[in-house]
């Protein structure tokens, strides 16, 4: 008999039934390092090889259970994956169709915490100079949490103790499951583009690292960076710590935590208030002293300008010129006085009179001085001067000696 002849589709489709009949391959736990790992990010399926140090096998993961990771497959990483063994027809290639996959020795969740951390932080995320302050007053505060619980109950007690005016908005969202990332998402949103609160909390009570995930929601990270409003996070207790913490402007250890950083006591904004007033009181003190001061000088400076003001000091000048220049002029005299009397006594020396005061006399013809005997005959009337007075003479004879 002679044997019949297959078509490849035949043999393709004969191996995958005997495959997928096979129960000891339909769902079977492998471990493996993955190599050749392509995202198809148009369709979500996820194609790569495990290996191990033998052997290979190729592997695909389609879009619905690749959607249900919490991590990042990458080529290197060490997977156990759950699947199931078949064959391909229209190539003829068997590989393992996964339905879940987790990292060997490390958790799926820590693992997509570590991956998303370390891909925001690249991106300046969680940059201390992105981070906003806090208003010092807020009149009104967001807070996006359950609207059940003791979250928002503890928010209200001590915002309620430490500041009664501050008023509470809330905006109630699911804190775990699938639906919450999406609904705290939306609840940062909401008050970002109402802008009707002053500051927003967000938060919940403590929790297992699965129970907090949603705070690590890349969605939401990425809407409290864009938010232009402050945001406090309050996720679980002081050891806790997520993404959120890391992006928010504000962490805080617990919602009651959150509410204490979000707004000032009573007692603080009294002492405030006090250091204000005594800042005030100090500044209108230095004011007034400066305005005394100016005053001061103003009033000198009118005083000054009044015409009596100038009159007295154009006086007082006129007097003080009329002293300096009498003090000159009588120096003055007294020094010509002083110049006069020299110049008589040079004067007296030098006068006929003192001559004739010693004995010597003159003679005058017809008023004019005899300077000589030969100006003289007998007979003629002359004058003689002594130094007390006159005499007439008459010459009776005129003998000229010889010097």
Same mark, same amino acid.
């Given at each position: 008999? =002679?044997? &019949?002849?297959?078509?490849?589709?035949?043999?393709?489709?004969?191996?995958? #039934?005997?495959? !997928?009949?096979? !129960?000891?391959?339909? =769902?079977? $736990? @492998?471990?493996?390092?993955?190599?050749?790992?392509?995202?198809?990010? &148009? /369709?979500?399926?996820?194609?790569?090889?495990? +290996?191990?140090? +033998?052997?290979?096998?190729?592997?695909?993961? $389609?879009?619905? %259970?690749?959607?249900?990771?919490?991590?990042?497959?990458?080529?290197?990483?060490? @997977?156990?994956?759950?699947? /199931? @063994?078949?064959?391909?027809?229209? %190539?003829?290639?068997?590989?393992?169709?996964?339905?879940? #996959?987790?990292?060997?020795?490390?958790?799926?969740?820590?693992?997509?915490?570590?991956?998303?951390?370390? +891909?925001?932080?690249?991106?300046?995320?969680?940059?201390?100079?992105?981070?906003?302050?806090?208003?010092? $007053?807020?009149?009104?505060?967001?807070?996006?949490?359950?609207?059940?619980?003791?979250?928002?109950? !503890?928010?209200?007690?001590?915002?309620?103790?430490?500041?009664?005016?501050?008023?509470?908005?809330?905006?109630?969202?699911?804190?775990?499951?699938?639906?919450?990332?999406?609904?705290?998402?939306?609840?940062?949103?909401? $008050?970002?583009?109402?802008?009707?609160?002053?500051?927003?909390?967000?938060?919940?009570?403590?929790?297992?690292?699965?129970?907090?995930?949603?705070?690590?929601?890349?969605?939401?990270?990425?809407?409290?960076?864009?938010?232009?409003?402050?945001?406090?996070?309050? *996720?679980?207790?002081?050891?806790?710590?997520?993404?959120?913490?890391?992006?928010?402007?504000?962490?805080?250890?617990?919602?009651?935590?959150?509410?204490?950083?979000?707004?000032?006591?009573?007692?603080?904004?009294?002492?405030?208030?006090?250091?204000?007033?005594?800042?005030?009181?100090?500044?209108?003190?230095?004011?007034?002293?400066? /305005?005394?001061?100016?005053?001061?000088?103003?009033?000198? =400076?009118?005083?000054?300008?009044?015409?009596?003001?100038?009159?007295? +000091?154009?006086?007082?000048?006129?007097?003080?010129?009329?002293?300096?220049?009498?003090?000159?002029?009588?120096?003055?005299?007294?020094?010509?006085?002083?110049?006069?009397?020299?110049?008589?006594?040079?004067? %007296?020396?030098?006068?006929?009179?003192?001559?004739?005061?010693?004995?010597?006399?003159?003679?005058?013809?017809?008023?004019?001085? *005899?300077?000589?005997?030969?100006?003289?005959?007998?007979?003629?009337?002359?004058?003689?001067?002594?130094?007390?007075?006159?005499?007439?003479?008459?010459?009776? /004879?005129? @003998?000229?000696?010889?010097?």
């Amino acid at each position: 008999m =002679s044997a &019949a002849v297959l078509t490849v589709s035949q043999v393709n489709n004969y191996v995958k #039934m005997i495959l !997928d009949e096979d !129960d000891a391959l339909r =769902s079977i $736990f @492998v471990v493996g390092e993955i190599s050749n790992f392509k995202d198809h990010y &148009a /369709s979500g399926h996820l194609y790569f090889s495990l +290996k191990d140090t +033998k052997s290979g096998i190729s592997c695909v993961m $389609f879009a619905g %259970n690749a959607s249900r990771l919490r991590f990042k497959p990458k080529d290197g990483m060490k @997977v156990i994956v759950r699947g /199931s @063994v078949s064959l391909y027809p229209a %190539n003829g290639q068997y590989q393992l169709y996964i339905e879940s #996959m987790q990292p060997d020795g490390t958790g799926a969740i820590a693992l997509a915490y570590e991956q998303l951390k370390e +891909k925001l932080s690249a991106e300046g995320l969680f940059a201390e100079s992105h981070k906003k302050p806090l208003p010092v $007053f807020p009149k009104t505060i967001g807070v996006v949490t359950s609207e059940t619980g003791a979250v928002i109950e !503890d928010i209200k007690r001590v915002t309620s103790e430490r500041c009664p005016l501050a008023e509470i908005v809330l905006y109630p969202s699911a804190v775990q499951g699938e639906s919450a990332p999406l609904q705290l998402t939306e609840g940062i949103n909401y $008050f970002n583009s109402e802008k009707n609160v002053d500051v927003i909390i967000i938060g919940r009570g403590g929790g297992s690292m699965e129970d907090l995930f949603c705070f690590n929601d890349e969605r939401l990270v990425r809407a409290i960076y864009a938010c232009t409003i402050p945001v406090i996070s309050a *996720v679980g207790h002081e050891t806790d710590f997520t993404l959120c913490d890391l992006v928010a402007d504000r962490r805080a250890s617990t919602p009651s935590n959150a509410a204490e950083i979000a707004v000032p006591s009573k007692e603080e904004q009294r002492h405030e208030l006090s250091m204000i007033r005594d800042r005030i009181k100090a500044s209108v003190g230095d004011i007034l002293y400066t /305005s005394y001061q100016d005053i001061d000088r103003l009033k000198d =400076s009118v005083e000054a300008l009044r015409p009596e003001r100038i009159i007295e +000091k154009e006086m007082l000048s006129v007097k003080l010129f009329e002293s300096r220049m009498m003090s000159s002029v009588e120096n003055r005299l007294v020094l010509e006085s002083a110049r006069t009397d020299a110049l008589a006594d040079s004067l %007296n020396a030098l006068s006929p009179v003192r001559l004739l005061q010693k004995g010597y006399s003159v003679a005058f013809k017809n008023e004019k001085c *005899v300077s000589s005997v030969s100006e003289l005959d007998s007979g003629d009337k002359i004058k003689i001067r002594f130094s007390d007075g006159y005499a007439d003479c008459t010459v009776e /004879s005129a @003998v000229k000696t010889e010097v």
